[in-house]
T-cell receptor, first 114, second 114 residues
C-alpha cells in the first residue's frame, strides 16, 4: 500500500519568515495530494490540495509543489503569522481499484516564534 | 449547516469491551470514511462507506466494523477493545467517491481504553 513520509516533525520559524514542509510518497499511482491543518483539540481542515497533473498551486500565502518523478510534494507558507501555528499533515490518495482512503504523513508541528 | 458531527465526544472503556461511535455527514454528502488518530500521529484510514456498503478497508482487523444508514449517517464498532485502540476516531464525509472530492472531518471521538 501507499506510504507517506513527512519532514520535519517540528519546525520553528520567526514570524514573517517562510516555512517549508516536505513529503514523499511511495505509490506512483497516487494522484491527489491534500494538505490539512490541525489546531490543538480541533478537527483537521483542508488548506490546499494538488492533483497529479499539476506541478504547482498557490493560494495567497500558501503554495504546494509536486514532483511526480521524484514522488515528493512540499507545502510552502510565506510571511508566517502566529495563527499559522498548528500541526500540518500531508496526504496522498490513490483511486485505482476502488481505493479511496487518504494515507497521511505523521505531521509537522509548526511553531511561529514572535 | 452543522458540518460533520460525531458522538460521543469522549468515551472511556475497559479492555475487552465493545464500543459504538456515531457520525452524521455534512449536508449533501453521501460518503463516510473513518480514521484512527493515535496521539502524535497522522490519521490512519480504517474504512469507507458508500451506498450503505464498505467500499474500501485499511489495515485494520475485523474487530473494527461499520455500518451506513439510508440517511448516510454511519457507525463504527470496535469489539474486544485493546489498550492500543485508545485514540481519536475521526469521521470524514465527502460528496461522492471521486478521487478529488474533499473530505470534511468531524471533531472526533476520543476513546480511552483502560
Amino acid at each position: 500500500g501507499e506510504n507517506v513520509e513527512q519532514h520535519p516533525s517540528t519546525l520553528s520559524v520567526q514570524e514573517g519568515d517562510s516555512a517549508v514542509i516536505k513529503c514523499t510518497y511511495s505509490d506512483s499511482a497516487s494522484n491527489y495530494f491534500p494538505w490539512y491543518k490541525q489546531e490543538l483539540g480541533k478537527r483537521p481542515q483542508l488548506i490546499i490540495d494538488i492533483r497529479s497533473n499539476v506541478g504547482e498551486k498557490k493560494d495567497q500565502r500558501i503554495a504546494v509543489t509536486l514532483n511526480k518523478t521524484a514522488k515528493h510534494f512540499s507545502l510552502h507558507i510565506t510571511e508566517t503569522q502566529p495563527e499559522d501555528s498548528a500541526v500540518y499533515f500531508c496526504a496522498a490518495k490513490y483511486s485505482g481499484g476502488g481505493a479511496d482512503g487518504l494515507t497521511f504523513g505523521k505531521g509537522t508541528h509548526l511553531i511561529i516564534q514572535p | 449547516d452543522a458540518g460533520v458531527t460525531q458522538s460521543p465526544t469522549h468515551l472511556i472503556k475497559t479492555r475487552g469491551q465493545q464500543v459504538t461511535l456515531r457520525c452524521s455527514p455534512k449536508s449533501g454528502h453521501d460518503t463516510v470514511s473513518w480514521y484512527q488518530q493515535a496521539l502524535g500521529q497522522g490519521p490512519q484510514f480504517i474504512f469507507q462507506y458508500y451506498e450503505e456498503e464498505e467500499r474500501q478497508r485499511g489495515n485494520f482487523p475485523d474487530r473494527f466494523s461499520g455500518h451506513q444508514f439510508p440517511n448516510y449517517s454511519s457507525e463504527l464498532n470496535v469489539n474486544a477493545l485493546l489498550l492500543g485502540d485508545s485514540a481519536l476516531y475521526l469521521c470524514a464525509s465527502s460528496p461522492g467517491t471521486g478521487v478529488y472530492n474533499e473530505q470534511f472531518f468531524g471533531p472526533g471521538t476520543r476513546l480511552t481504553v483502560l
